[in-house]
């Protein structure tokens, strides 16, 4: 049962629904998830156009997926690591096994990996990371730009991971185990 309303067409405000028909469109269904999400029109349009410019970035699609899949395994969000793997299978961007591997923090490559390594470290020190860590992905090939794009994927999937743990939507995605093997 979920914590919080998750809103129907017909209960939703004007412009609720407005976003609702976009997601719609693209997803060929509103994920529950957004349902409660959308009980702020507000917090749902910022989401979507944060989402929608992050992926348009110079990491790409593919890239900002791996970070939203491992961002939500740190935050322990079941809801979040069941719908994007769902999403990145669906939308061939990785296979089940890149998705797993991504939860884990590793890449299809060094360089992805090392992307992997940073967010991690982003994400658990809040921001804190050493010279260090900052120069590894430098040297990796990451450019400031890119830099800033993980910096802004975390941060999209930090919101949808907190509405989907506070909310809790019942889940509309396959299960998976947080439980990493």
Not at 125 to 140: I, P
């Amino acid at each position: 049962m979920p914590r919080l309303t998750q809103l129907t067409m017909d209960k939703s405000a004007s412009w609720t629904k407005k976003l609702f028909n976009k997601i719609e469109e693209n997803l060929g269904v509103v994920p529950n998830m957004f349902k409660c999400m959308g009980n702020s029109d507000v917090g749902l349009d910022a989401f979507l156009a944060f989402n929608a410019g992050i992926n348009s970035g110079t990491l790409g699609p593919k890239s900002v997926k791996m970070i939203i899949l491992l961002t939500s395994q740190l935050n322990d969000c079941e809801y979040c690591v069941a719908a994007h793997t769902k999403m990145a299978i669906d939308a061939e961007l990785l296979n089940e096994q890149e998705c797993l591997n991504a939860r884990k923090g590793i890449g299809p490559d060094d360089k992805t990996t090392k992307m992997l390594e940073f967010t991690k470290k982003v994400k658990m020190t809040n921001g804190k990371v050493s010279n260090d860590d900052l120069q590894a992905v430098k040297d990796a090939g990451y450019s400031d730009q890119d830099i800033i794009e993980m910096i802004g994927g975390i941060c999209l999937i930090n919101f949808a991971n907190l509405v989907s743990n506070v909310a809790e939507p019942e889940l509309d995605f396959p299960e998976l185990s947080l439980k990493l093997g």
